[in-house]
């Protein structure tokens, strides 16, 4: 059983698009992130949600929006693709948020986002 | 704010080399520190961390890491690599305050068959 898997796993599309990736995790954790990994694989995380609600949104385009329905699902959504937003994106999770039990993340599988 | 510096960007051994990868953080209050490999195409998978306790922490495929405070370093080792070991490696540093990984920007390793 996969613990954290996030789909599509490949996705090309053109310049201007919108699309979803979606996200869940059957861990039973509070806690979820958005991680991007540039062409360089710099890992940098974009979002994180704790029980539903948006704990860290570091410096991202307004383009780029999360959206929690429930704790086991994360999804993120891109408005009007741009070529830079080719990457990879993982999706994550882990107990909790700033304790030290729950601090071990676990990584989906990741998605690659091509923009031509 | 934390940091986390991984000094080499590529590493080049030969099967049965041994491994030492460096990584250094930086912040003042307790840390959770870890290990993740990524496969080529892959996703990352986790290595080994640590908490507290044994500053010397073994985790899986043979590897262990060295937590040593007084130098922020938590340096990877392995005795003998493998063709298999050829990955990218990310040390990172979670403190509370954040609330989430802090990544190092990773060491591609290549191990020569």
């Known amino acids: 059983d996969t613990a954290v898997s996030q789909t599509p796993k490949y996705l090309v599309t053109q310049m201007g698009n919108d699309k979803s990736i979606k996200c869940e995790q059957n861990l039973g954790h509070d806690t979820m992130y958005w991680y991007k990994q540039d062409s360089k694989k710099f890992l940098k995380i974009m979002f994180s949600?704790?029980?539903?609600?948006?704990?860290i949104n570091e410096t991202v385009p307004n383009r780029f929006s999360p959206k929690s329905p429930d704790k086991a699902h994360l999804n993120l959504h891109i408005n009007s693709l741009e070529l830079g937003d080719s990457a990879v994106y993982f999706c994550?999770?882990?107990?909790?948020?700033?304790?030290?039990?729950?601090?071990?993340?676990?990584f989906g599988e990741g998605s690659w986002l091509t923009v031509v | 704010a934390q940091s986390v510096s991984q000094h080499n960007h590529h590493v080049i051994l030969s099967e049965a080399a041994s491994l030492e990868l460096g990584c250094n953080y930086s912040y003042g209050g307790t840390v959770n520190l870890f290990w993740y490999v990524q496969y080529p195409g892959q996703h990352l998978q986790l290595l080994l961390k640590y908490f507290s306790g044994d500053p010397l922490v073994k985790g899986i495929k043979g590897f262990e890491a060295e937590f040593i405070k007084s130098k922020f370093s938590f340096n990877l080792r392995k005795p003998s690599v493998q063709w298999s070991d050829t990955a990218e490696y990310f040390c990172a540093v979670y403190g509370g305050s954040q609330g989430n990984l802090i990544f190092g920007k990773g060491t591609k390793l290549s191990v020569k068959p």
């Open positions: 994550a999770s882990s107990q909790g948020w700033g304790t030290p039990s729950g601090n071990t993340i676990y």
């Open positions: 949600y704790n029980n539903k609600e948006l704990i």
